[in-house]
């Protein structure tokens, strides 16, 4: 029986086929794929979503011989925790759309090990850039003139943990504020394991808005993330402490006091109020909903990425955007940020 004829292979779409269709010069799409040239950030947008939306993909091996670059960006970072991973996810969409492959080095040790690595990373001469994402002595850093040039976004500190931006805790303020312009007058921190920055820095965040507004604080109790931590914090309040805002330094503490409040029937959100911080996807299905912090991991990744690559374009580096955003919900009761005057 005979077989019948197959159909040619469909060709790959090519930069010629994305200048076609972006209505610009195969020159433009050359500068917008490679980083050379002054395109205007609109003109970029475009040509890669035209370059998306046909299946473009540069050939890097071809790109390398002709133009000696490799088209490999690397970044650093250490275990690979749930938040971490948001982060390269971020990092990773914006090298991808800009042509690039970008590859995760997981270095553990001391910050002299890390700074071994990427130094011996740097010398290697497989990468256009680098970002680094846990602390290395300057050393290894450049100052962007370099090749490659090395930039520190450092999210974690020595142990892994949330640092910097990651770790701003000012939205707590906001979070008392609210509660107190609603009518509480009563607070109380549960606080994470205080090794952690971000705990310390939400730590302190609460004991000086509670200073300054003059509020009854019944002190930082907890000092781990779980949630019986939160549970035992609130049974050991005493039998009078309602009504009380309890200021959770995570989602998992927070419905560790919402537990505890059912056990001594106390009623939230009215003898007890709830706040979290992390969105956890939980905390919109607990009973109340719970009121929160959500923290835009990838976001953080992804202005990490576009700082690289504004230094790689010789460009003005883009403006970061805000990380953290509080969402509220049933378990803060009548408190709204507009009651704090915070919009």
């Known amino acids: 029986m005979p077989v019948p004829p197959t159909s040619p292979p469909t060709s790959p779409p090519t930069s010629r086929d994305v200048a076609r269709l972006a209505g610009v010069s195969q020159t433009t799409v050359s500068y917008v794929l490679t980083g050379k040239g002054a395109i205007s950030p609109a003109t970029r947008e475009h040509v890669l979503k035209v370059a998306e939306s046909i299946g473009y993909r540069p050939n890097l091996a071809a790109r390398s011989m002709r133009t000696r670059r490799s088209g490999r960006l690397a970044v650093i970072t250490g275990v690979a925790y749930e938040n971490q991973i948001r982060l390269l996810t971020g990092a990773s969409r914006v090298a991808h759309d800009a042509g690039y492959i970008m590859e995760t080095h997981s270095v553990d040790g001391t910050v002299e090990d890390r700074t071994d690595r990427v130094l011996e990373l740097a010398a290697g001469g497989q990468y256009e850039g680098m970002l680094t994402f846990v602390p290395v002595l300057p050393a290894a850093l450049s100052d962007g003139r370099s090749t490659p040039p090395v930039l520190a976004a450092t999210a974690f500190d020595e142990k892994m943990h949330s640092a910097g931006e990651l770790a701003d805790a000012s939205l707590l303020e906001v979070f008392v504020r609210a509660l107190a312009a609603a009518g509480?007058?009563?607070?109380?921190?549960?606080?994470?394991?205080?090794?952690?920055?971000?705990?310390?820095?939400?730590?302190?965040?609460?004991?000086?808005?509670?200073?300054?507004?003059?509020?009854?604080?019944?002190?930082?109790?907890?000092?781990?993330?779980?949630?019986?931590?939160?549970?035992?914090?609130?049974?050991?309040?005493?039998?009078?402490?309602?009504?009380?805002?309890?200021?959770?330094?995570?989602?998992?503490?927070?419905?560790?006091?919402?537990?505890?409040?059912?056990?001594?029937?106390?009623?939230?959100?009215?003898?007890?109020?709830?706040?979290?911080?992390?969105?956890?996807?939980?905390?919109?299905?607990?009973?109340?909903?719970?009121?929160?912090?959500?923290?835009?991991?990838?976001?953080?990744?992804?202005?990490?990425?576009?700082?690289?690559?504004?230094?790689?374009?010789?460009?003005?580096p883009p403006r970061g955007s805000d990380l953290q955003r509080i969402v509220w919900r049933e378990s803060t009761g009548a408190a709204h940020p507009a009651a704090s005057g915070t919009a």
């Open 184 to 316: 509480h007058r009563r607070f109380v921190h549960v606080a994470g394991n205080l090794e952690f920055t971000s705990a310390r820095a939400r730590r302190d965040v609460y004991l000086a808005c509670v200073e300054q507004l003059g509020v009854e604080s019944l002190g930082v109790l907890g000092g781990d993330w779980t949630a019986e931590s939160g549970r035992q914090a609130l049974l050991g309040l005493p039998d009078d402490a309602p009504p009380v805002a309890v200021i959770a330094a995570n989602d998992v503490l927070a419905v560790g006091a919402l537990r505890a409040a059912a056990e001594r029937g106390w009623s939230a959100p009215g003898d007890v109020v709830v706040t979290g911080w992390d969105n956890a996807q939980f905390g919109a299905y607990t009973m109340p909903s719970l009121t929160t912090v959500d923290v835009d991991f990838q976001a953080a990744g992804r202005h990490a990425m576009q700082l690289l690559l504004a230094t790689l374009r010789g460009e003005e």
